[in-house]
């Protein structure tokens, strides 16, 4: 028995000539996330803002109204009830206090009592102004010395024009997400940088197998134009790239469907960043190239002898 | 023809032995796995998000103990200067350092001598011809760095002293301790046992004038007025506020031992015990102050204020105050486990409840096995057989990531199980890669046996070069993110590299093998 063929294995598909478009694309939704990050603003949650966060579950359906106008009564500031898994769970957000680490806790006993004994506290998370700052910070490093890294990374196994235009299609993918991230209104917490980060490994994976077949066919056809080698690169490796973004996308949907209210808030994002990443790869990271010479320096480079001939 | 050396396929069969052996005892309860010979005992650990507990992030307020020490040094300038007859005025400490004016600029050489200290940078500034002297960098360094060990030892003292299961205390950059808690659900009475420095001391009260109402409000010279603690104030009186004698006469480093217990009315009491030289000093102060009122003062409140009636030779001493049995425990705990150089300050907490814990192990568990069976059916109706490879390649990469997780001592964390998850959905890249390359060759015409082969070799290189610039966002994530993301970032590189052994060597094995012995004529891919 043979396995089904996903997808057509001869495709022409005229990527680079499509290049503009493409460019268009990208510029739109780098674009579309600026405006949103601008204007909407990420929803910090309290790992970055600092503040509480309460999960509780009531002994029968929670009225999250009547919760709502208790807790807004105690003076506590901005206070946020969510529905959080079944109807019986909530979600307690509560701005950080003024006054520093203790009045955090004040807050908390306030609201303990205010609750009373009633509810089971299914987690109670406090986070002080000192170490939002801290995880901030931490999440934006993690992101610039992974993509620092990607780069000196493909720089030293490629070429420098490579690492530049694959960390470029990066960079429009950590856009698109937080871009996402701004629209959706989807939490920001320090989860969202270990979105990014995937979103950033997944994405510079599938570049990198373009770059690598690209590589091997500017050595094998040494007159056939770049841009039709870019094509051809991008074809050849079209269906591994669909199928492994396939089964990638069916282990996120089976997380984001089954994995509970915090693993949904976490793996929708990185589905968005797939999705952005299999189109960077295929239609910017490649195209992107061809604003390089790529055939200079090959030249003069003797053919490599290895497995490949034929 | 392809050939495996047997020495290869031995250690393949080996390697999955042990994966199987080690990720098993994880999967058995507790008592299962006492049974087992001591190295295969290893079980993955499982975050506090997962297993329930409380989760402490500490500062030490290093500040404040330094200001303390720069208090300490004014007091050492005061006295060298006074004993060499040189006069200074206007002392003073400001932002850790000490500042003081002089009156004979032709002091300035004897004053330089007279403060010289290795661990100190003096200055003297013509302008205001004010000194300036405070600890140089590396001894301030040294001085943060003893202050957070110290108050981590006392921190693990009091904490163990609680009897809470498994606590983990570690030191995380230059001022912060992290507290782990599992199975605390309630991190209110560890908190309560932090935020007390617990120092200690006694100090006479002032025997004509013991209380601030004695004298109108004034507070006497070479006095200090101390308030009494809120929890001895029982029933309807006003709270004392003492006037106790500036010099501290012995401290709670002197104690060997504190414990609960009752008095002969049987009241709750805690019962001190000094060392050797603490026991005669104690005898020394209260034969001199027979029939004076001592007071012990915690953290600036008094706790209690006796009168002694006679002198106390045994070193054994009681204080008995309104406790609560519960205040002489803690009381005892904290003067047992000794006092924090330093505040304590709680930068943040996190707390879950073992039910919640349970959920995400159970909703976690759900969304694996479902990833696991739609990418195995995905990958059964792309390539077939070979996909079949992939799949076993896939169950033991679960199994080594299981065993590799539970051998590191590494925690295991909701984000690191949606890490799982991905990685498997990821992991059959590799034999993709490999598989779409072994259809090329057969397309451009190889023959097949050398079409595997082919495939195998060639997609080597990319299959590396891809790996490694995932694994390194994989690494950022385990080097700058803190707890649950931490755990992320550990699931996601393991599988990584485990996927690279398991997607090309264990299915090269399969593939050939079943090529020998089948002798297919096309490729059921």
Redesign the interface.
């Known amino acids: 028995m043979r396995g089904l063929q996903l997808v057509p294995y001869n495709t022409k598909i005229d990527f680079s000539g499509r290049r503009l478009w493409a460019y268009a694309l990208a510029l739109f939704i780098i674009l579309g996330s600026f405006t949103a990050l601008f204007t909407k603003g990420l929803n910090y949650g309290i790992d970055f803002k600092g503040g509480l966060l309460i999960e509780i579950r009531t002994p029968e359906k929670a009225d999250i109204a009547g919760l709502r106008s208790t807790l807004n009564g105690l003076g506590l500031g901005e206070v946020k009830l969510q529905d959080f898994g079944t109807d019986r769970d909530v979600l307690i957000r509560i701005e950080q206090q003024p006054g520093g680490e203790k009045a955090q806790l004040v807050a908390l006993q306030m609201v303990k009592s205010t609750l009373g004994d009633q509810v089971d506290y299914r987690r109670v998370e406090t986070v002080g102004a000192k170490v939002s700052g801290d995880l901030i910070k931490n999440g934006v490093m993690a992101v610039l010395f992974a993509m620092a890294g990607m780069l000196i990374y493909i720089w030293i196994r490629f070429e420098w024009e490579y690492g530049v235009c694959g960390i470029l299609a990066q960079a429009h993918d950590v856009i698109a997400v937080l871009g996402f991230y701004a629209i959706s209104g989807f939490e920001f917490n320090e989860t969202a940088f270990a979105a990014l980060l995937t979103t950033l490994g997944y994405s510079i994976n599938d570049t990198v197998v373009i770059y690598d077949r690209l590589r091997e066919d500017l050595r094998k056809f040494k007159t056939t134009p770049v841009r039709e080698l870019v094509n051809l690169s991008a074809n050849s490796t079209l269906s591994r790239t669909v199928l492994t973004a396939g089964s990638t996308l069916l282990a996120l949907f089976a997380l984001y469907i089954f994995g509970g209210p915090v693993i949904e808030n976490f793996s929708m994002p990185i589905i968005v960043g797939i999705i952005a990443g299999t189109f960077s790869s295929i239609f910017l990271s490649a195209n992107l190239l061809l604003f390089f010479d790529l055939r200079k320096k090959k030249e003069e480079e003797p053919v490599p002898s290895g497995p490949i001939s034929k | 023809m392809i050939h495996i050396p047997l020495w290869k396929r031995l250690v393949v069969l080996i390697t999955v032995i042990f994966g199987v052996l080690f990720a098993a005892p994880t999967f058995m309860d507790e008592k299962t796995v006492e049974t087992l010979p001591n190295w295969l005992q290893e079980q993955v650990n499982l975050g506090l998000d997962l297993q329930g507990g409380s989760h402490l992030?500490l500062?030490v307020d290093v500040q404040s103990a330094l200001k303390d020490q720069a208090g300490f040094l004014a007091d050492d300038a005061r006295k060298s200067l006074r004993k060499a007859r040189l006069k200074f005025s206007n002392m003073r400490v400001e932002d850790l350092t000490v500042r003081f004016k002089i009156d004979n600029l032709s002091d300035r050489q004897a004053i330089h001598k007279a403060l010289a200290r290795q661990d100190i940078e003096t200055k003297f500034d013509e302008a205001t011809s004010e000194f300036s002297m405070k600890f140089n960098e590396a001894e301030i360094e040294q001085k943060k760095k003893l202050l957070v060990q110290q108050s981590r030892e006392i921190i693990e003292r009091r904490i163990n002293a609680l009897g809470t299961r498994e606590p983990n205390i570690q030191t995380q950059g230059t001022d912060r301790i992290i507290i782990q808690l599992p199975g605390v659900?309630d991190p209110g009475k560890v908190?309560d046992i932090l935020g007390k420095t617990a120092k200690l001391t006694f100090q006479m009260v002032h025997n004509q004038y013991p209380t601030l109402n004695s004298t109108g409000g004034r507070v006497l010279p070479g006095t200090i007025a101390v308030p009494e603690d809120p929890s001895q104030v029982r029933g309807n009186r006003e709270p004392i506020t003492y006037l106790v004698k500036k010099q501290v006469l012995l401290t709670g480093e002197s104690l060997s031992n504190a414990q609960p217990g009752f008095s002969e009315n049987n009241a709750p009491v805690v019962t001190m015990r000094f060392d050797t030289l603490g026991a005669r000093k104690f005898g020394e102060i209260t034969k001199q102050y027979t029939h004076h009122q001592l007071a012990m003062i915690l953290d600036g409140k008094v706790i209690s204020a006796p009168n002694l009636n006679e002198p106390i030779l045994g070193g054994n001493v009681q204080i008995s105050g309104s406790f609560t049995v519960e205040e002489t425990v803690n009381l005892s705990i904290l003067l047992r486990a000794g006092s924090l150089p330093a505040p304590l300050?709680?930068?943040?907490?996190?707390?879950?409840?073992p039910?919640?814990g349970a959920?995400?192990v159970a909703?976690?568990e759900?969304?694996?096995v479902?990833?696991i069976v739609?990418?195995f059916v995905?990958?059964?109706?792309?390539?077939?057989?070979?996909?079949l490879f992939a799949n076993i390649a896939l169950a033991f990469n679960l199994v080594f990531l299981i065993s590799a997780l539970a051998l590191t001592g590494s925690t295991l964390t909701?984000?690191g199980?949606?890490g799982i998850?991905?990685t498997?959905?990821?992991a059959?890249?590799a034999n993709?890669?490999i598989l779409?390359r072994i259809?090329?060759e057969i397309?451009?015409g190889t023959k097949l046996i050398q079409a595997i082969d082919?495939g195998y070799?060639?997609a080597m290189?990319?299959i590396i070069?891809?790996?490694?610039?995932?694994?390194?966002?994989?690494?950022?994530?385990f080097?700058?993110?803190?707890?649950?993301?931490k755990g992320?970032?550990v699931t996601?590189c393991l599988g990584i590299v485990i996927s690279m052994f398991t997607a090309i060597t264990l299915t090269r094995i399969l593939a050939v093998s079943w090529f020998k012995w089948a002798k297919p004529k096309?490729l059921?891919?």
């Open positions: 992030l500062e659900s908190k300050n709680v930068l943040e907490e996190r707390t879950v409840g039910d919640l959920d995400s909703a976690g759900n969304a694996t479902v990833a739609l990418v995905f990958m059964l109706v792309a390539y077939s057989l070979f996909g909701l984000p199980i949606a998850a991905l498997l959905g990821m059959v890249d993709v890669l779409e259809k090329e397309r451009g082919a070799k060639r290189a990319t070069d891809s790996n490694i610039t995932t694994l390194i966002g994989g690494l950022a994530l080097f700058f993110g803190s707890g649950p993301v992320f970032g996601l096309t059921p891919i």
